[in-house]
């Protein structure tokens, strides 16, 4: 090949790469998101906010360069799957499945279109990866809670801030054995609390609810029990009535721990959970970096490395309890 024909080549894989790159610069990209929640309900309207914010602080812009194909499960999960299915249908470029879940369901669906996760809970365990290291197929992004323990932590704190609990109630969706993670999540889930109860010498009582009519009952069941805690989860299931929850906690005076960020700004006592705005941004990343060619399978699932410890001064003051100076120093924030 002489000194023109290399000339030429060049331009041409120049010209070559420089259309690519200019298609690509004018694509517009196709998200779809899948959540749990109710799009009306506080915690919907945040992850709405916040992951169109966070792709907005990486150069998306929506209806110009990204369309958000949004559909929300209202705390049921039995339409889930065939939300993924609409969303496949539509031919969107990645799937952000929030939580167990949506990430199970539009896992069911789809084995080629990239599926971020956010906030998976023990991904591993559920069978959403591989590994940590080596997600493998289609699926990545971030989770909340790699291995169990956090449970434990959450259930020590409240043993601190409140040492004479000796009873803890615990909220379940009685819907969660209808799927093969939340049947999981509820075994887990109650191994934890068993295991956790036994280390602190406490005890732990389930009170089931299958629909959102039986909530005021079952709180009525824990005002007339033995509990004087409660440990609230925040299934989606539950999320919508967190006003409600908390007002029986405030009027019967029992301390609370929320697993979920909000908790204790609606007025329960205290939450220990990861960074909400820390993983939503995270979340976004992944789905930046996969429109950018990565492929899943070469980005490690992320974990947590912040989380918060949030106080509610006012509601310990209505319960009658005094927070230990020691967990006041160690609190991220205080509502006072």
């Given at each position: ?152 932590k959450q259930l020590q704190l409240l043993k601190e801030i409140a040492p004479r609990v000796g009873r803890v109630a615990f909220l379940e969706n009685a819907n969660l054995s209808k799927t093969r993670t939340g ?16 280390t602190l010498g406490i005890t732990s009582e389930v009170f089931q609810v299958a629909r959102p009519e039986e909530i005021g009952g079952a709180l009525e069941k824990i005002a007339a029990s033995r509990c004087n ?108």
């Amino acid at each position: 090949m002489n000194r023109r024909d290399i000339l030429v080549a060049l331009l041409a894989l120049g010209g070559a790469s420089f259309g690519a790159e200019a298609q690509q610069k004018d694509k517009v990209w196709r998200i779809g998101i899948l959540s749990p929640d109710a799009s009306a309900s506080e915690s919907g309207r945040y992850m709405l906010s916040a992951f169109t914010n966070s792709l907005k602080r990486l150069g998306y812009q929506v209806g110009k360069n990204i369309i958000l194909d949004w559909r929300w499960g209202d705390g049921e999960s039995d339409q889930l799957q065939a939300f993924a299915k609409e969303l496949v249908r539509l031919g969107v470029d990645v799937i952000v499945a929030q939580t167990n879940e949506p990430i199970d369901a539009a896992m069911s669906v789809t084995h080629t279109i990239p599926i971020v996760m956010h906030n998976a809970w023990l991904p591993v365990d559920m069978g959403f990866v591989q590994s940590l290291a080596r997600p493998g197929a289609n699926v990545t992004g971030t989770s909340f809670q790699v291995e169990s323990g956090l449970l434990p932590k959450q259930l020590q704190l409240l043993k601190e801030i409140a040492p004479r609990v000796g009873r803890v109630a615990f909220l379940e969706n009685a819907n969660l054995s209808k799927t093969r993670t939340g049947s999981l999540s509820r075994d887990i889930i109650r191994r934890d609390m068993e295991q956790s109860s036994t280390t602190l010498g406490i005890t732990s009582e389930v009170f089931q609810v299958a629909r959102p009519e039986e909530i005021g009952g079952a709180l009525e069941k824990i005002a007339a029990s033995r509990c004087n805690a409660l440990y609230y989860r925040g299934d989606p299931f539950f999320r919508g009535h967190a006003r409600e929850i908390v007002s029986f906690l405030l009027n019967h005076r029992l301390p609370s721990v929320g697993a979920i960020p909000g908790f204790a700004e609606k007025g329960g006592l205290f939450v220990y959970a990861a960074d909400a705005n820390t993983a939503v941004y995270r979340t976004a990343r992944y789905v930046h970096r996969i429109l950018k060619g990565t492929k899943p399978t070469d980005l490690p699932v992320e974990q947590p490395t912040k989380f918060n410890l949030v106080i509610n001064l006012k509601t310990a003051k209505v319960i009658g309890l005094k927070i230990p100076q020691s967990i006041l120093v160690r609190a991220d924030h205080v509502i006072e």
